[in-house]
């Protein structure tokens, strides 16, 4: 059978277009592929660096809190310890004024650095205890001293004064001494004796107060009796016949 020739040229013409149309959608799609390939990239790569950014942005983080004076182990916060105790600026800069008055405190330093930092902090410490130690034990010597010296004004006054008593503010368990000939002193017996609130003393009622340098205590003493009370006379009010 003959087909015509205008038949034969529709047909190769429908043949091409199809072909056309066939090319032309996957080209779109491998287009397409490549854009959402390409996106894709770019995305991982965007993340990637975000990522990067994340955990340099952690690290400096670290680095500043390890350096910071919120940090009480950073060097910088060690430096600023220091010269709050040394009386300087605390700008944890160690310059000259610094290094100044870190030689006048502790001359085997000439300044501070991250390899003496530490040492330089426990000499501080130790100082600082020494200092301590020293206040208390003045604020001891001091107490003990104003006992002695009230002890001494209380039994003065008592022998002065006449027609004075001291009365008791509360019970109180006096310790017994005795007089030792072979020391010329008083010692213990072990024994105490338990006084009553409101008990008097002193020359006028025979219990006679006189003063022993025993640490603020005074020593008591009654009529027809070898025995001594030690008191303390902050537990004594004087009053007047």
Same mark, same amino acid.
């Given at each position: =059978?003959?087909?015509?020739?205008?038949?034969?040229?529709?047909?190769?013409? @429908?043949?091409?277009?199809?072909?056309?149309?066939?090319?032309?959608?996957?080209?779109?799609?491998?287009?397409?592929?490549?854009?959402?390939?390409?996106?894709?990239?770019? *995305?991982?790569?965007?993340?990637?660096?975000?990522? *990067?950014?994340?955990?340099?942005?952690?690290?400096?983080?670290?680095?500043?809190?390890?350096?910071?004076?919120?940090? !009480?182990?950073?060097?910088?916060?060690?430096?600023?310890?220091?010269?709050?105790?040394?009386?300087?600026? &605390?700008?944890?800069?160690?310059?000259?004024?610094?290094?100044? *008055?870190?030689?006048?405190?502790? !001359?085997?330093?000439?300044?501070?650095?991250?390899?003496?930092?530490? @040492?330089?902090?426990?000499?501080?410490?130790?100082?600082?205890?020494?200092?301590?130690? =020293?206040? $208390?034990?003045?604020?001891?010597?001091?107490?003990? $001293?104003? *006992?002695?010296?009230?002890?001494?004004?209380?039994?003065?006054?008592? #022998?002065?004064?006449?027609?004075?008593?001291?009365?008791?503010?509360?019970?109180?368990?006096? &310790?017994?001494?005795?007089?030792?000939?072979?020391? %010329?002193?008083? #010692?213990?017996?072990?024994?105490?004796?338990?006084?009553?609130?409101?008990?008097?003393?002193? $020359?006028?009622?025979?219990?006679?107060?006189?003063?022993?340098?025993?640490?603020?205590?005074?020593?008591?003493?009654?009529?027809?009796?070898?025995?001594?009370?030690?008191?303390? !006379? %902050?537990?004594?009010?004087?009053?007047?016949?």
């Amino acid at each position: =059978m003959k087909l015509n020739n205008n038949v034969l040229l529709i047909g190769g013409a @429908a043949i091409a277009a199809g072909a056309y149309m066939i090319y032309t959608k996957s080209k779109e799609k491998k287009d397409q592929l490549s854009d959402e390939l390409d996106a894709a990239k770019k *995305a991982a790569a965007d993340a990637e660096l975000k990522a *990067a950014a994340a955990k340099q942005a952690a690290i400096d983080a670290k680095k500043e809190s390890l350096n910071s004076l919120e940090n !009480p182990n950073s060097y910088a916060s060690k430096v600023y310890t220091i010269q709050l105790y040394l009386g300087v600026k &605390p700008d944890t800069i160690v310059g000259a004024n610094t290094n100044k *008055a870190l030689v006048t405190k502790f !001359p085997k330093y000439a300044t501070i650095t991250s390899s003496n930092v530490d @040492a330089i902090l426990k000499d501080i410490e130790t100082a600082k205890t020494a200092a301590s130690q =020293m206040s $208390q034990n003045k604020v001891t010597t001091d107490a003990k $001293q104003s *006992a002695i010296d009230y002890a001494r004004k209380f039994t003065a006054y008592m #022998k002065a004064t006449k027609n004075v008593y001291a009365e008791l503010t509360a019970d109180f368990k006096a &310790p017994i001494l005795e007089f030792d000939n072979f020391t %010329k002193n008083y #010692k213990l017996t072990g024994y105490v004796y338990q006084f009553k609130k409101g008990e008097r003393f002193g $020359q006028e009622v025979g219990k006679y107060i006189f003063y022993a340098n025993d640490g603020g205590y005074i020593y008591v003493s009654k009529d027809g009796t070898k025995d001594i009370y030690k008191i303390d !006379p %902050k537990f004594f009010t004087t009053k007047f016949l």
